[in-house]
């Protein structure tokens, strides 16, 4: 239990381009998800909170008109990267939280590598 | 202020040695969560344990260990008889539980390598 999946694994696009990255719960609901990036050799860094039916919670210094977050439903949010620009080339790592109550945890996708060219 | 600090940035090991991975924890919360995260070369974090304020018992699971010490703000993982399977980075992360926060905060990572 507890699968996080993710979409695409890997995307290369030149700059200018939108991203969309897709981050489902696979058997279990969802009402948060969180999106988070990584650069080479180093920790994870939150980029927001998303929650099912509002709007996202950035935390400081992402742009949110840059990383657009949708959470429609209780299994997927996505995150789309809009005008890429090569410095956004990472890895983002979605997790969604679930578990019984009182036991929530937080399960990690298997991350997207976005390649901005 | 929430911080986790792994002091080692990189462990090398030869494989059925013992290896613990140190993770010391600061917070003002009376309740809050300590989890450790495995992700290995692939990228994905794998879920490897859950622990709250509360409960000091060391847990094992298998070649895996882990040590709750309150009294040091300590959540040690120690991880036995190591195989180049364990070969990741393996990350110890706070969940405080002020204002019902949700958010994970992470330490540094520590990258282990398992040598035949």
């Known amino acids: 239990g507890a699968v996080v999946s993710q979409h695409p694994s890997r995307v290369i696009c030149k700059s200018g381009t939108s991203v969309k990255i897709e981050c489902r719960s696979l058997?279990?609901?969802?009402?948060?998800m969180f999106w988070y990036r990584q650069f080479p050799k180093k920790s994870l860094m939150l980029m927001a909170t998303s929650n099912e039916g509002s709007k996202a919670t950035y935390e400081q210094g992402v742009e949110k008109d840059k990383f657009l977050i949708n959470h429609a439903s209780l299994t997927l949010s996505t995150l789309t990267v809009t005008s890429a620009h090569p410095e956004d080339s990472s890895f983002y790592i979605c997790?969604?939280?679930?578990?019984?109550?009182?036991?929530?945890?937080?399960?990690f996708g298997p991350g997207t590598r976005l390649l901005v060219l | 202020a929430q911080k986790v600090t792994q002091a080692q940035t990189e462990i090398s090991v030869v494989e059925k040695e013992d290896v613990t991975l140190d993770c010391v924890y600061e917070t003002r919360d009376t309740t809050y969560y300590l989890f450790w995260y495995k992700q290995p070369p692939s990228g994905e974090l794998v879920f490897l344990i859950r622990?709250?304020?509360?409960?000091?018992q060391n847990e094992i699971s298998g070649r895996y260990s882990w040590n709750f010490q309150k009294s040091t703000s300590s959540f040690n993982f120690t991880i036995t008889a190591s195989q180049v399977v364990d070969s990741a980075v393996y990350f110890c992360?706070?969940?405080?539980?002020?204002?019902?926060?949700?958010?994970?905060?992470f330490g540094k990572g520590t990258k282990l390598t398992v040598n035949p």
């Open positions: 997790s969604a939280r679930g578990g019984a109550m009182g036991e929530e945890t937080q399960y």
């Open positions: 992360a706070l969940n405080p539980s002020q204002g019902g926060s949700e958010k994970l905060v």
């Open positions: 058997d279990f609901q969802a009402t948060t």
């Open positions: 622990r709250n304020s509360f409960d000091e």
